[in-house]
């Protein structure tokens, strides 16, 4: 499981080109460098690898261009990865959680947070165990034939239009 991620955040106009080079090398750079460590014994043994994407790799948000734009493409790598791996015996997936209750979350403002919740069909961020879960699940023999997928864990966000909630 490659499970790497730093974000930035700063609009467009200000991000550094250090600052996106960092978070390329921590949410990107550091999948492909872990599978290759991992390869050998992979195409040995065969296996699965899970990444951990995010649902800022599928859309856009404020003030995130780095970190979208890195957890875009750890989507589309872990697509290219499962083509160029599966006659191979491995398969690749990958997660895509939404806002999960972790210390990366700690120093986002209590409104922010709230906005955020108010989104999510179910009211709440994700729990750890719960994204873990789909990871197991992913990396064990009950996906066996499960490859080149993006799966978001998301408590609905994707589903909605964006109206907002009618009582």
Same mark, same amino acid.
């Given at each position: 499981?490659? +499970?790497?991620?730093?974000?930035?955040?700063?609009? #467009? *106009?200000?991000?550094?080109?250090?600052?996106?080079?960092?978070?390329? @090398?921590?949410?990107?750079?550091?999948?492909?460098?872990?599978?290759?460590?991992? !390869?050998?014994?992979?195409?040995?043994?065969?296996?699965?690898?899970?990444?951990?994407?995010?649902?800022?790799?599928?859309?856009?948000?404020?003030?995130?261009?780095?970190? +979208?734009?890195?957890?875009?493409?750890?989507? +589309?790598?872990?697509?290219?990865?499962?083509?160029? !791996?599966?006659?191979?015996?491995?398969?690749? +997936?990958?997660?895509?959680?939404?806002?999960?209750?972790?210390?990366?979350?700690?120093?986002?403002?209590?409104?922010?947070?709230? @906005?955020?919740?108010?989104?999510?069909?179910?009211?709440?961020?994700?729990?750890? @165990?719960?994204?873990? &879960?789909?990871?197991?699940? !992913?990396?064990?023999?009950?996906?066996?034939?499960?490859?080149?997928?993006?799966?978001?864990? &998301?408590?609905? #966000?994707?589903? *909605? *239009?964006?109206?907002?909630?009618?009582?």
């Amino acid at each position: 499981m490659n +499970n790497a991620g730093i974000s930035r955040t700063a609009p #467009l *106009s200000e991000v550094t080109i250090a600052q996106w080079r960092e978070v390329m @090398a921590a949410d990107v750079e550091s999948i492909v460098l872990v599978t290759q460590a991992a !390869l050998p014994f992979l195409l040995e043994r065969g296996g699965s690898v899970v990444n951990v994407a995010s649902v800022a790799g599928l859309g856009g948000d404020y003030a995130m261009t780095a970190y +979208n734009a890195a957890k875009g493409a750890v989507v +589309n790598l872990t697509r290219s990865m499962a083509v160029e !791996l599966a006659a191979q015996g491995v398969r690749v +997936n990958a997660v895509a959680p939404s806002l999960t209750t972790t210390d990366a979350v700690a120093d986002i403002p209590a409104d922010d947070l709230a @906005a955020f919740v108010s989104r999510i069909p179910m009211g709440r961020a994700a729990e750890p @165990a719960e994204v873990a &879960d789909v990871i197991a699940f !992913l990396a064990g023999s009950d996906a066996r034939f499960v490859t080149g997928v993006v799966l978001p864990i &998301d408590g609905g #966000l994707r589903a *909605s *239009s964006g109206q907002p909630r009618h009582r």
